[in-house]
């Protein structure tokens, strides 16, 4: 990630200086959970309601950190994703409706038909770009304040 060049403001712009890697890293994280959010809140307003409201609900999203000498952020949203809540429907049919299926039959041979894909998890998350660029940059701008106080106390 890059640094930006920020001047004008003395006080601002020292405090940006002292900011180490582990503050810029927060920033990020803020960033990227923000846009994760707006990704699940479209989602869940694309998704196909059913007599259960199952598949709506079995919506998630799951931000990870992995330390070690390698760190990685991962951000994930999407059908049966994230941790499972009490009181959260379960929707084991979930994939089948998203990725859709070929012919099935039953053991006897009868055909019992295919589910077409419904792509909308994939169309949300494109309508949904403007929205989670303008969450990521609100919440970075929050991050980054919340840091430069931090650094103005030291």
């Not at 006080?11 to 503050?23: F, G, I, V």
């Not at 979930?94 to 039959?105: E, P």
Request: glycine share 12%; proline share 3%.
């Amino acid at each position: 990630m890059g640094r930006a060049v920020i001047t004008g403001d003395g006080q601002l712009e020292l405090a940006l200086t002292r900011l180490a890697d582990k503050s810029a890293d927060r920033v990020a994280s803020a960033a990227i959970r923000g846009g994760l959010g707006e990704i699940r809140k479209a989602q869940r307003k694309a998704a196909p309601v059913g007599e259960t409201k199952a598949l709506k609900e079995s919506i998630g999203s799951r931000f990870e950190k992995k330390r070690g000498r390698s760190p990685k952020v991962t951000a994930k949203a999407g059908i049966n994703v994230g941790k499972r809540k009490a009181g959260r429907t379960v929707a084991p049919h979930a994939h089948l409706v998203g990725l859709g299926t070929g012919k099935r039959f039953l053991k006897s041979g009868k055909s019992v038909g295919r589910m077409p894909a419904n792509n909308f998890i994939s169309v949300a998350t494109l309508a949904s770009q403007s929205k989670q660029k303008a969450a990521m940059s609100r919440r970075a701008a929050r991050a980054l304040e919340r840091e430069a106080q931090k650094a103005r106390k030291r």
